[in-house]
């Protein structure tokens, strides 16, 4: 009996996750773990692998669709087995290839009771006549109502696409998901030159980021308290550093981590999570550090921080960061944070708050290193300075409580002796 593969859960927050690309093809012999396909989780993109062995015998999925957790993408069997929901699959590889089309107008393809059991996400053979401004496409109607699966009008009532302009390409003309698929695009098109404006479908790391983050300013009684530090041994702490470490790879960031988790193991109420009915607090410290990336934000972890030196955590935090932008991320290498740490110094920001990611109880906005006046022993200086505010759940954190905190924070920045011992 054929096997199905399911799109799974791949990272801890992932609902859904887009087929990036098959990596087998339907026909193929596959072994359990072989790889299948890539998969954009809200994350990272990961690897979907075989958990059973045979032949890839059908995709249900085309490459690019977004598909929910636990939904069949493919189905693995002996050759020629039939694909449960009555289609039929492959013999032997090679995968059949698409039907070529035969003139300017490419075929659809042709209607069958069993590829209408299937489910509609399977790759068409041939596009779908597209619609374009002069021959806008008539949707099929049966008593004047429009022909569409209940996943093609789930999904375009979603995005208030009107189903009437568009064209159907499965059985007797019905209107079917990747139709709707096909037709968003050029609607957004269309805005971008009427209106001035661009409609952009959410990635799925968006849509995470809209909906953790949503959950937090609102939701959690979040105050913000702001200390200056002066960063002028800091400055000095870092020179010397890098006149010893001949590859010059170390920031003032990694510091301000090191000695975050150093204040951060002494202030346990700041190094907590919110967990509805009680607060947990962390005995070893995990600082996520907030990663811009090309479609949002990432924080990957620097695990035990407390417990490295400063040339561990910079090697650490370069590599982590440079996997991140490439979407290279293991789920446990970008959750578990037990406080985080966003700089926004190197953009030239003086100062901010950000928006704690539950259920961490704070976070650590951080702007940039200055030179300005400053009164020392009755006299006008130039200093170093830096500005950096800590957002706290006050169902966690009292005012006191965090202020202590920044206050050992300032101290460590201000005499990093300690942190370099």
């Known amino acids: 009996m054929a096997t199905k593969v399911v799109m799974e859960a791949l990272s801890p927050t992932m609902e859904e996750g887009r087929l990036v690309e098959w990596k087998k093809k ?69 995968a059949p290839a698409p039907a070529a089309p035969s003139s300017s107008h490419p075929a659809a393809p042709a209607p069958t009771a069993a590829a209408a059991a299937v489910p509609s996400r399977t790759a068409p053979p041939a596009p779908a006549p597209a619609p374009t401004a002069s021959t806008a496409p008539t949707a099929p109607t049966t008593g004047g109502r429009v022909k569409a699966s209940p996943l093609a009008k789930r999904i375009a009532a979603d995005r208030g696409l009107d189903l009437n302009g568009v064209a159907g390409s499965g059985p007797e003309g019905r209107i079917v998901k990747r139709d709707v698929e096909n037709a968003v695009p050029k609607a957004a098109a269309q805005s971008v030159t009427g209106s001035g404006f661009s409609d952009i479908d959410l990635s799925p790391m968006r849509k995470t980021i809209a909906k953790r983050l949503a959950q937090s300013i609102g939701p959690i009684p979040t105050y913000y308290l702001t200390a200056e530090v002066d960063m002028e041994r800091a400055h000095e702490a870092r020179e010397a550093l890098l006149a010893l470490d001949s590859t010059g790879k170390f920031s003032f960031n990694d510091l301000l981590i090191r000695a975050a988790a150093t204040a951060l193991h002494l202030h346990p109420w700041v190094n907590a999570w919110w967990m509805d009915d009680k607060v947990r607090q962390w005995h070893e410290v995990h600082i996520g550090v907030a990663v811009a990336v090309e479609e949002g934000l990432i924080t990957p972890v620097v695990r035990h921080a407390d417990q490295k030196t400063l040339r561990a955590i910079a090697g650490e935090v370069r590599e982590l960061a440079g996997r991140a932008r490439e979407k290279k991320l293991k789920p446990e290498e970008y959750t578990g944070a037990t406080f985080s740490i966003s700089n926004l110094g190197m953009f030239g920001i003086d100062e901010f708050t950000a928006v704690i990611n539950p259920p961490e109880a704070a976070i650590l906005a951080v702007g940039r290193i200055e030179p300005k006046p400053v009164v020392m022993d009755g006299a006008v200086v130039v200093r170093r300075r830096m500005r950096m505010t800590l957002s706290c759940d006050h169902r966690v954190i009292d005012g006191a409580t965090g202020a202590a905190f920044l206050k050992t924070l300032v101290g460590m920045l201000e005499n990093p002796l300690a942190l370099v011992w």
Do not use: C, F, H, Y
Request: aromatic share 2%; net charge negative.
């Open 26 to 94: 339907e026909g193929d012999a596959v072994q359990t773990g072989d790889v299948l396909a890539e998969v954009e989780t809200d994350k990272a993109v990961m690897e979907l692998v075989a958990r059973a062995a045979g032949t890839l015998l059908k995709q249900t999925v085309a490459a690019g669709a977004t598909v929910p957790v636990a939904e069949t993408v493919a189905w693995i069997g002996n050759a020629g087995e039939a694909v449960p929901g009555g289609d039929s699959a492959p013999a032997a590889s090679p």
